[in-house]
């Protein structure tokens, strides 16, 4: 028998203004200490929370994983989750991959001394890092916008921008 009144249409997708908000990034590491203790002192993060115990979808996801912290700083929250079985690869300009992550800066200053800060961490010897690759120099393009590369422990890029006021990047 036909169903009968009326029905209410389910929104779609397309029907939905779907804007996507940043909730962490995750970074994945084979030495959970030494990379919360970088973060921590490189970007003054704080740790949230740790796990170390994790949900069959999770063990199927990211096979070897032993532990999960949560580390934050303003709004940003990085999750460091340390797996077994790493093959000491660091990441590769021809690998695919999330290539960098850019983070704003809000002078030519700030972004000096992030970079500074990043040479300050390397040289105190307290972190073990997956290469030796150092920050590139800053560069300005032809807008003024200026900005630089550093690497965290586990050979992850991030870069460090600076838009000058009236700048639409």
């Known amino acids: 028998m036909p169903r009968t009144g009326?029905?209410?249409?389910?929104?779609t997708d397309l029907?939905?203004?779907?804007?996507?908000?940043?909730?962490h990034v995750g970074v994945q590491t084979d030495d959970l200490d030494n990379c919360a203790a970088w973060?921590?002192?490189?970007f003054g993060c704080r740790t949230n929370w740790t796990l170390d115990t994790?949900?069959?979808l999770t063990l199927s996801r990211l096979p070897g994983i032993t532990r999960l912290t949560e580390v934050t700083v303003a709004g940003?929250?990085?999750?460091?989750?340390?797996?077994?079985?790493?093959?000491?690869?660091?990441?590769g300009a021809n690998t695919r991959q999330f290539q960098h992550v850019c983070l704003a800066t809000c002078s030519p200053e700030e972004l000096r001394a992030w970079r500074e800060r990043?040479?300050?961490?390397?040289?105190?010897?307290?972190f073990?890092?997956?290469?030796?690759?150092?920050?590139?120099?800053?560069?300005?393009?032809?807008?003024?916008?200026?900005?630089?590369?550093?690497?965290?422990?586990?050979g992850l890029e991030f870069e460090f921008t600076y838009v000058p006021p009236g700048g639409d990047r």
């Open 76 to 91: 940003l929250r990085f999750h460091l989750f340390e797996r077994t079985g790493h093959d000491g690869a660091v990441p």
């Open 118 to 126: 990043w040479f300050r961490l390397y040289e105190s010897g307290r």
């Open 15 to 23: 029907d939905l203004h779907l804007v996507p908000e940043l909730h």
């Open 128 to 154: 073990t890092f997956a290469g030796d690759e150092k920050p590139t120099d800053i560069v300005i393009d032809a807008d003024g916008v200026q900005s630089c590369y550093v690497l965290d422990v586990n």
């Open 54 to 56: 994790f949900s069959d």
């Open 6 to 11: 009326t029905t209410t249409k389910r929104p």
């Open 39 to 42: 973060y921590e002192e490189f």
